[in-house]
């Protein structure tokens, strides 16, 4: 799952874990990021921080 770095010291069903930069520079074209988003108590915020996350991966 893709989970972005200020998540991942959650524990979750995933197995295998990266963050959305890691994704990036080994080629994905696209990024589900679903619970991260969802789950958080600001998911607006959550989305702009994995969004900065992502862009600063380009």
């Known amino acids: 799952g893709i989970r972005p770095a200020w998540t991942l010291d959650r524990k979750d069903d995933q197995k295998r874990v990266t963050t959305p930069a890691s994704a990036i520079k080994d080629?994905?074209?696209y990024l589900v990021i679903g619970r991260p988003i969802r789950d958080a108590k600001d998911p607006v915020a959550a989305a702009i921080m994995t969004a900065e996350?992502?862009?600063?991966a380009l």
């Not at 996350?53 to 600063?56: F, L, T, V």
């Open 27 to 29: 080629g994905s074209d």
């Open 53 to 56: 996350e992502i862009e600063a």
